[in-house]
């Protein structure tokens, strides 16, 4: 027997990713394990599952390095069954990327490609062998008449995609941490779907977004998606983001925001354009004077009026003009609009959103007021901004009623391109500044998935 549990052989398999004999591991919640190896049970008694999933993987390590050979492993753990190899070097990854990995490889040997087919050479009418004088015919192809050769794009396209990398999350992080990178496991599925929602955010895009949301009725949670779409943006793009509260008079997101050391609004900005007319002098810089930084969350928000003596009011002139100008300084503008539908300043914001972001609570009065709102935009002509909408639905109680959930998922599932649905988080409930860090991680991920969702369409 050999020290992974099967009958020793002197001919490997050439593709570890396929070998039968596989380790058959257990990691249990209370922090003890058994594994299989050289047809013996080995016992583990720690403190955590980290702790006994670190031991296991360390042994089975041993046995990869002592042979040279990648050994196949089966973990189950509280989470589930996960299919490993572990590498002779330590390294560890997940064996359906390896498998997939490895079949791209073969395919490629044989001439064949299962993952993209190669743009064919329009044919010609001249003979793709070249007869020297000899008459022998050569080896050497000639060049189709039509110029259509290969670029840099073209040889760009063919280069392997990066590896995940090692996993930052979980108990496999912690794997890496206990043995030193000795055993250095991949990401998990939760942690590679967590990558790939990142990676849909950060994508380069053709220049900058607006992001409009709306819902007629006050209570909808328009301010708190206004902030956590644009939160979720600015930490995962780096900044360049703005929220913009695009009430016509006064709106609550300066109140749900860290305040700033001034007081100026959209109003202010609106009257003090002519500082960012000229092109050549305008800094981004000069817009801390209005806009309020979120710190860590790596956003701004442009508050509206707070002034209760005011009289002041921002118009469809007036929001162009922001907009025009703002547009120039961040890539992701997130808009949150009034309850006004007939406001001009509500329906310019409409009229440059890149996406539509459709928000309701789960209950009848804001979800009612959700659909007559897009009944009203396909009126006015938006099909188009509405098939590509986005919907959001937040639980207003810790208990849903998952009947009428599962009805605002089929009217605005017929309606927009996706529903998503956001839990309810206490920390949101108490009125004051939202303070991203502090949310409930089942909160964060659902946002993240939102942003990624929202990301798609732009």
Known sequence: MSETGAPASNTASADPAVQDDTVQAVVRADG?????????????????VAEAGAAIMGLIAEV??????????DVRDPDGLWSLLVHPDGFVEEASAARAESRGRRSQDDG???????????????????????????SRVSAPATGALPTLDDLLSTRRRPSSGYAEKGWRKRVRRVTGGAVSPGPGRSEA????????????????KTIVVVNPKGGAH???????????FGIHRGGYTLAWDNNETRGTLGWRSR????????????????????????????????????????????????DAASAA??????????????????????VDTGNNMRASNWQAAVSVADQLVIVSTVREDTAQSAAWAIDALRSAGYDDLLRRAVTVLSSPEPKVDKQLRKRLHEHFG????AVLDVPHDKRLIHGGPIEYSTLAPATRAAWLDVTATVADGL
């Open 64 to 73: 990869a390095a002592r042979t040279g050979r990648t050994v196949p492993v």
């Open 414 to 417: 017929a309606l927009t391109r």
């Open 112 to 138: 064949t490609d299962d993952t993209r087919q190669v743009p064919a050479v329009p044919s010609t009418s001249t003979s793709s062998a070249v007869a020297p004088a000899g008459g022998r015919a050569g």
């Open 313 to 334: 009011s921002i118009d469809a002139a007036a929001f162009m003009a922001l907009h025009r100008t703002l547009s120039r300084f961040y890539r992701v503008i997130v």
């Open 32 to 48: 003890s394990a058994e594994v299989v190896l050289d047809g013996a049970t080995q016992h583990v008694e720690t403190a955590s």
């Open 259 to 306: 305040h700033a050391q001034h007081a100026n609004t959209a109003v202010n900005l609106a009257q003090d354009l002519s500082r960012f007319a000229d092109l050549r002098t305008a800094r981004v810089g000069d817009l801390d004077d209005y806009v309020r930084s979120q710190a860590s969350a790596q956003f701004d928000v442009l508050a509206s009026d707070e």
């Open 222 to 232: 328009k301010t708190t998606a206004t902030l956590l779409l644009a939160a979720t």
């Open 193 to 208: 779907a967590y990558r790939d929602k990142v990676a849909r955010i950060q994508r380069n895009f053709d220049g900058p």
